[in-house]
């Protein structure tokens, strides 16, 4: 594809229940992160993908919160038994081989837990 | 340790007046710097990066930096704003990490973001 895409755009949940966010990375690109943008607040780093290496998560904010790359590409953050303060904006970037500076973002998924 | 400290969290200026929107850092080690813009309902995008070249630094639409160790800077401008810069503008430092899975990476940590809104 042309770009990073995310889905879905918007997800509305209630706290407790679980929810699931997809990335669909740049084809060809072996990395790939996730972060968290709250209200006000920069961009938290969540975790991140290089290839078939473990990968870093060191940025998860708690146990609640699990990610996978399935084949080198797709990637799913899994946040479970959501709470109101989970509510921002998550988004994903990739990084094409040789040039690991520059991150291309998707839009992200705006995530609001009532 | 890195961290970035962006002095204003919301700048309005008026269509055609020139544009400051500020970025102080602070880094271990020789940093790059980047800015990124992000639009309504958009994704970040890229707009320059500073990797210990050129000190001043030219992006996308018109915008560029200056890199000024000596005060630990990397303030963005562009001499003349239009409308459609109206956005969010992030101010990035990065710096090269081992992770704890032993491989590298080069770690992002942005600052809190700047709203610029350009009026008519």
């Known amino acids: 594809g042309a770009g990073v895409s995310q889905s879905p755009s918007n997800k509305v949940t209630e706290k407790g229940k679980d929810v699931e966010l997809r990335c669909d990375p740049i084809?060809?690109?072996?990395?790939l992160y996730w972060y968290r943008q709250s209200l006000g607040q920069g961009l938290e780093f969540l975790i991140y993908f290089q290839g078939n290496s473990a990968p870093d998560k060191s940025g998860l904010p708690s146990d609640r919160f699990s990610a996978e790359r399935t084949g080198g590409s797709v990637s799913t953050l899994t946040i479970q038994r959501t709470q109101q303060e989970d509510s921002a904006v998550y988004l994903c970037?990739?990084?094409?081989?040789?040039?690991?500076?520059?991150?291309?973002f998707g839009p992200g998924t705006r995530l609001l837990v009532l | 340790a890195q961290s970035v400290t962006q002095l204003d969290s919301h700048v309005s200026v008026s269509e055609g007046t020139p544009v400051l929107l500020r970025c102080n850092y602070s880094?271990?080690?020789?940093?790059?710097l980047f800015w990124y813009v992000q639009h309504p309902n958009k994704g970040l995008q890229l707009l320059l990066k500073?990797?210990?070249?050129?000190?001043l630094v030219k992006g996308i639409n018109g915008f560029e930096a200056e890199f000024k160790k000596s005060e630990t800077s990397f303030h963005l401008t562009k001499p003349s704003a239009h409308m459609s810069d109206a956005a969010e503008y992030f101010c990035v430092v990065s710096s090269y990490f081992i992770s704890n899975s032993g491989g590298s990476n080069y770690k992002l940590t942005f600052g809190k973001g700047t709203l610029l809104t350009v009026n008519p």
């Open positions: 500073y990797t210990s070249a050129a000190t």
């Open positions: 970037a990739s990084t094409l081989g040789g040039q690991p500076l520059t991150r291309y």
């Open positions: 880094s271990s080690y020789s940093p790059s």
């Open positions: 084809s060809g690109h072996t990395a």
